[in-house]
Each structure stands twice: as structure tokens, then as C-alpha cells.
């Protein structure tokens, strides 16, 4: 009788490795795939939220901003980038709770924010988040003349170019 090794033999240690790498690798891409290869941020998910804010414009993913400037934005809704977007003071809490709980600075949005809020001091609470830092480098090749384009009009468009960006997908 012959002892029993604990590993394959040798004619099957190649296959099995490369069988192995195989999976590893597919993981790692199925894993950055679902992340949106670092350009996801998961879309609002309170309807109340999303139909407040999308009312107007996309509802922009919380994770986006940090806390500080999500309780800016929604203490000043009676001037919000030039128009009145005032709601209930009750449907107000609801909102600035979602955003400020899912802000790129919270547990729940600092996974999908990190790249993008880099650079921002941290007194800072921007307003726009075609003035981050990322999202300036990330824009820089955009011509001026294509964001006066009648189909886009705003840096804030972003389905003008991202179509599934409602989705939370970002890239190009």
C-alpha cells in the first residue's frame, strides 16, 4: 500500500494552479466591475429623496460630498444655486438625514468617495461637485465649447455624458 500524500500529484499541481489563477483573477474582475471600476457611487435610494431632488436635476449620489456639505445645501434650499427649493421642514429632515448618513465622509458612503474627496480640506464643505479636485482632473479634457453644447448646457449635466449615471455608473 502506498502512503497518501496530502497534495496532488505533480502532473495535476500545474493545472490546479493555473485553475486557481484563473478564478482569482475573474473575482477580481467581476469584484471592480460591480464596483463601477472606481467610478460608482451608489444612486439615491430613499424615493423621497430621489423624487425631491430629481425633480430638478439628477439626484446626485450622496456619497458624492461630505456631511458638512449636504447640511450647508440643505440649510440654504430658499437659494439653491440661484432657485427656491424649498420643501416641508419635515421632508427637509428626511432628505438632509439620507444625504448626511450616505455623505462621502459617513461609514456608508467613504468606500465609493475616497478618490473623489481627496484633496478637499477638511473645513471645506463645497457646494458643487464639478469643483472637487478629482472631478476637475478627471473633466480637464472636456472642451469649453462641448459644456455650452445645447445638449449638455451645465457641468452638472452628468447624463449628458454618463447615460448611467442614474445608476450610480460614472464612466465614460
Same mark, same amino acid.
Given at each position: 500500500?502506498?502512503?497518501?500524500?496530502?497534495?496532488?500529484?505533480?502532473?495535476?499541481?500545474?493545472?490546479?494552479?493555473?485553475?486557481?489563477?484563473?478564478? *482569482?483573477? #475573474? =473575482?477580481l474582475?467581476?469584484?471592480? /466591475?460591480?464596483?463601477?471600476?472606481?467610478?460608482?457611487? !451608489?444612486?439615491? $435610494?430613499?424615493?423621497?429623496?430621489?423624487?425631491?431632488?430629481g425633480?430638478?436635476?439628477?439626484?446626485?449620489?450622496?456619497?458624492?460630498?461630505?456631511?458638512?456639505?449636504?447640511?450647508k445645501?440643505?440649510?440654504?434650499?430658499?437659494?439653491?444655486?440661484?432657485?427656491d427649493?424649498?420643501?416641508?421642514?419635515?421632508?427637509?429632515?428626511?432628505?438632509?438625514?439620507?444625504?448626511?448618513?450616505?455623505? *462621502?465622509? #459617513? =461609514?456608508?458612503?467613504?468606500?465609493? /468617495?475616497?478618490?473623489?474627496?481627496?484633496?478637499?480640506? !477638511?473645513?471645506a $464643505?463645497?457646494?458643487?461637485?464639478?469643483?472637487?479636485?478629482?472631478?476637475?482632473?478627471?473633466?480637464?479634457?472636456?472642451?469649453?465649447?462641448?459644456?455650452?453644447?445645447?445638449?449638455v448646457?451645465?457641468?452638472?449635466?452628468?447624463?449628458?455624458?454618463?447615460?448611467?449615471?442614474e445608476?450610480?455608473y460614472?464612466?465614460?
Amino acid at each position: 500500500m502506498t502512503a497518501r500524500t496530502p497534495f496532488p500529484p505533480r502532473r495535476l499541481a500545474r493545472p490546479l494552479a493555473l485553475a486557481l489563477l484563473v478564478v *482569482g483573477f #475573474s =473575482a477580481l474582475l467581476l469584484g471592480r /466591475a460591480q464596483a463601477g471600476g472606481g467610478h460608482y457611487y !451608489p444612486p439615491v $435610494a430613499d424615493p423621497v429623496v430621489r423624487e425631491e431632488c430629481g425633480s430638478c436635476h439628477l439626484a446626485f449620489a450622496p456619497s458624492m460630498l461630505p456631511a458638512r456639505s449636504w447640511q450647508k445645501m440643505m440649510g440654504e434650499l430658499q437659494n439653491h444655486f440661484g432657485d427656491d427649493a424649498s420643501v416641508e421642514p419635515a421632508t427637509a429632515r428626511r432628505i438632509a438625514d439620507y444625504l448626511v448618513a450616505n455623505a *462621502g465622509d #459617513s =461609514a456608508a458612503g467613504r468606500p465609493y /468617495a475616497g478618490k473623489l474627496l481627496r484633496g478637499v480640506p !477638511p473645513e471645506a $464643505a463645497p457646494q458643487r461637485i464639478s469643483e472637487l479636485p478629482k472631478w476637475r482632473k478627471e473633466h480637464r479634457e472636456v472642451p469649453d465649447w462641448e459644456w455650452r453644447h445645447k445638449e449638455v448646457r451645465t457641468r452638472a449635466n452628468c447624463l449628458a455624458c454618463h447615460t448611467a449615471a442614474e445608476r450610480g455608473y460614472y464612466d465614460d
